[in-house]
Each structure stands twice: as structure tokens, then as C-alpha cells.
């Protein structure tokens, strides 16, 4: 399985940004699709996750402010990013889960800064 995240890159405080994440396999096709962050030093933090079922769960600093969707037809993980302040400055990484195995893309950077 592969997994290509993009749509990353530099924002000012209070800007949104889209990330995607594109699957080899059908997004309908994985136990659990979510997304991670990570910044130097620390370890990777959940952001967003999402069951097959559409149950979601979000990490506290993010909740009211992202949503994570899908798309069957374009086959598309996404984690839209509103109201973004500095502290959501990290690479983020897409994760797939399909049986007892786990998938991540290869991360995109976002920067939040003015």
C-alpha cells in the first residue's frame, strides 16, 4: 500500500490549509485512516482519526478548528485546517491501517507563521 500526502507549505496565523492524502488502495478499504503530526524532539502525536465506520476522534488541540473527511470517489484522506496558529507547525503524516498493518505517507510540512 502506498500513501502520497501534499498539501502543505507556509500560512499566516488564522489561515487554513487542506492537506490530501492519496491511497493506492480504496480509502473505503482500510480499518482506520488518520493523521499525525510530528515536530523535532518530540514524538508523533494523533491529530485526527477515523474508523471505517465514520467514527472520529481529534486531538484536543485541534478539535472545532480541523476535519477529517474522505472522498470514495477520488479516493482521498483529507484533514481540512482552519483557525491555524504557530503551535500546529509540524510535519504531518497520513496513516492507514488495514488489518494488523499499519501504512504511513511520507509527511508534508506545514508552517505557521507570519
Known amino acids: 500500500v502506498q500513501l502520497q500526502a501534499s498539501g502543505g507549505g507556509l500560512v499566516q496565523p488564522g489561515g487554513s490549509l487542506r492537506l490530501s492524502c492519496t491511497t493506492s488502495?480504496?480509502?473505503?478499504?482500510?480499518?482506520?485512516l488518520a493523521w499525525y503530526r510530528q515536530t523535532p524532539g518530540k514524538q508523533r502525536e494523533l491529530v485526527a482519526g477515523?474508523?471505517?465506520?465514520?467514527?472520529?476522534t481529534y486531538g484536543d488541540s485541534v478539535k472545532g478548528r480541523f476535519t477529517i473527511s474522505r472522498s470514495r470517489s477520488a479516493n482521498m484522506l483529507y484533514l481540512q485546517m482552519n483557525s491555524l496558529q504557530p503551535e500546529d507547525t509540524a510535519v504531518y503524516y497520513c496513516?492507514?491501517?488495514?488489518?494488523?498493518?499499519?501504512?504511513w505517507g511520507q509527511g508534508t510540512q506545514v508552517t505557521v507563521s507570519s
Open positions: 488502495r480504496g480509502v473505503f478499504s482500510f480499518n482506520y
Open positions: 496513516k492507514t491501517v488495514r488489518g494488523p498493518i499499519d501504512y
Open positions: 477515523m474508523t471505517n465506520g465514520g467514527s472520529i
